[in-house]
């Protein structure tokens, strides 16, 4: 790899602590996020020279929180802000590595919370938050929007100057206003998993840096607020997700369907802490939220012993409490497959064409990738095979690509309802109230 390459990658990988820690000095994200840009630019003209440092991710952060730290003695207001700061300037000026683990996820949680005030609205929310916390790119959180990019562009500009313009505190807030902002910060964390877990874009399936950083920051979520059930449903759904990472790509990388996946595979310590977390907010009393709901369908695949096991008729149900609840054209589409599942490709066809129209579907990939599952395993190859191909057009990810390709070649010969090939893969939850992409029905 590079030089160049290893730059980016790190810089990819820390940004979101990067900006944090810049944050947490300067008081502003936008221009917190300029120095962490500063940072990398300085990487790139000085590690060519003089190689990659030992501990790349420590050193980007470090010159950033130097430049932050300057920054703010040259501005006329230094004396006011070194008394708010305190001695954590001096050692952010001087301490050659970053704060520890803890300090680095609190500067991260503060960042969520932050870009997360009620002062912006809430695509400008969501599209701040994955562009400082995902470290994605605007073209990529356009297609998770299926939003043009430069609507997105627009949004995150607006949110950082609002903002400023606020005079919004770098922190997590505390009583009635923290419980304000949860249901946003909680979405947020999801829809960053989301990506980590099947990428919008690129060469690979996962994205696991992004995973891992949304199960932290979703149990840290949790600890904060033990009463919130959603946010121990939030934690409880994404365990359970993330324990089949490992089951979900073939040593080449490329996708294995649910129907397929070994799952001796599985990681049972993360099924076991996600029931935990289940059972925490089912403890808590109330009707479950949709991230329960989400939670207690990902917990029916755990608990089915093999992909004939799984009980679909009870995640179809969950699947109509879900779309009663949210209303979502997505959640339909993840429910026609679990009917089709409980009762045949016809009655779940009928559930699919139904939200067919709606116009957050236009260009989500997976509403042909669903048909042509459910038309294969109808025998009507031609039509199946023509919907596989419009898929395979409408994602970015080369893997599913790749994969859709497949499916469009074997329509014709596969068999129907034999899993792995015409049957679909289980309905994997998505965060049910967000204006994205909420994917993954018919996919691994």
């Known amino acids: 790899m590079s030089t160049d390459s290893t730059v980016e990658t790190v810089f990819r990988i820390e940004s979101a602590r990067i900006v944090a820690t810049a944050a947490r000095i300067v008081r502003d994200v936008g221009l917190a996020e300029e120095i962490a840009q500063d940072a990398l630019v300085e990487a790139l003209e000085q590690?060519?020279?003089?190689?990659?440092?030992?501990?790349?991710?420590?050193?980007?952060?470090?010159?950033?929180?130097?430049?932050?730290?300057?920054?703010?003695?040259?501005?006329?207001?230094?004396?006011?802000?070194?008394?708010?700061?305190?001695?954590?300037?001096?050692?952010?000026?001087?301490?050659?590595?970053?704060?520890?683990?803890?300090?680095?996820?609190?500067?991260?949680l503060r960042l969520i919370f932050t870009a997360c005030h009620p002062v912006l609205p809430r695509d400008?929310?969501?599209?701040?938050?994955?562009?400082?916390?995902?470290?994605?790119?605007?073209?990529?959180?356009?297609?998770?929007?299926?939003?043009?990019?430069?609507?997105?562009?627009?949004?995150?500009?607006?949110?950082?100057?609002?903002?400023?313009?606020?005079?919004?505190?770098?922190?997590?807030?505390?009583?009635?206003?923290?419980?304000?902002?949860?249901?946003?910060?909680l979405e947020v964390v999801y829809l960053i998993f989301n990506e980590g877990?099947?990428?919008?874009?690129?060469?690979?399936?996962?994205?696991?840096?992004?995973?891992?950083?949304?199960?932290?920051?979703?149990?840290?979520?949790?600890?904060?607020?033990?009463?919130?059930?959603?946010?121990?449903?939030?934690?409880?759904?994404?365990?359970?997700?993330?324990?089949?990472?490992?089951?979900?790509?073939?040593?080449?990388?490329?996708?294995?369907?649910?129907a397929d996946q070994r799952r001796t595979r599985w990681d049972r310590l993360l099924i076991r802490r996600g029931f935990a977390a289940l059972a925490a907010a089912g403890d808590l009393g109330g009707e479950p939220g949709p991230y329960a709901l989400q939670a207690a369908i990902a917990a029916c695949h755990a608990r089915a012993g093999s992909y004939e096991e799984t009980d679909w008729r009870a995640i179809a149900a969950l699947?109509?409490?879900?779309?009663?609840?949210?209303?979502?054209?997505?959640?339909?589409?993840?429910?026609?497959?679990?009917?089709?599942?409980?009762?045949?490709?016809?009655?779940?066809?009928?559930?699919?064409?139904?939200?067919?129209?709606?116009?957050?579907?236009?260009?989500?990939?997976?509403?042909?990738?669903?048909?042509?599952?459910l038309l294969a395993r109808l025998g009507r190859s031609a039509e199946a095979r023509a919907e596989f191909a419009r898929a395979a057009e409408l994602t970015r990810n080369a893997r599913e690509r790749a994969l859709l390709l497949r499916r469009a070649e074997a329509a014709g010969a596969d068999v129907p309802g034999a899993p792995g090939t015409g049957s679909p893969a289980a309905p994997e939850p998505r965060s049910p109230g967000a204006p994205v992409r909420e994917r993954r029905p018919g996919t691994p």
């Open 197 to 258: 877990y099947s990428a919008t874009a690129g060469e690979d399936l996962i994205r696991p840096a992004l995973c891992e950083d949304a199960l932290r920051l979703a149990r840290r979520l949790a600890a904060l607020m033990p009463a919130e059930a959603e946010a121990h449903a939030l934690a409880a759904l994404l365990e359970i997700q993330a324990s089949r990472t490992a089951a979900r790509t073939d040593a080449a990388g490329r996708p294995v369907l649910l």
């Open 47 to 108: 590690w060519p020279r003089t190689g990659v440092p030992d501990n790349p991710a420590a050193w980007l952060t470090t010159t950033a929180r130097r430049r932050a730290v300057d920054l703010v003695r040259r501005r006329e207001t230094y004396a006011r802000r070194l008394a708010d700061l305190g001695r954590d300037l001096d050692e952010a000026a001087y301490d050659p590595e970053p704060a520890g683990p803890g300090d680095i996820d609190d500067d991260v």
């Open 319 to 373: 699947y109509g409490r879900l779309s009663a609840l949210t209303g979502s054209p997505v959640v339909e589409l993840n429910r026609a497959v679990a009917v089709s599942m409980a009762e045949g490709p016809a009655a779940g066809l009928a559930l699919a064409d139904a939200v067919a129209g709606a116009p957050v579907l236009k260009t989500y990939h997976l509403l042909p990738s669903v048909r042509g599952e």
């Open 124 to 185: 400008g929310r969501i599209a701040l938050t994955l562009r400082l916390l995902g470290g994605l790119t605007t073209d990529e959180i356009a297609r998770a929007f299926l939003a043009p990019e430069a609507t997105v562009a627009q949004r995150i500009v607006r949110a950082k100057r609002t903002l400023a313009a606020a005079g919004v505190p770098f922190e997590v807030p505390y009583g009635p206003e923290r419980a304000q902002r949860l249901a946003a910060v």
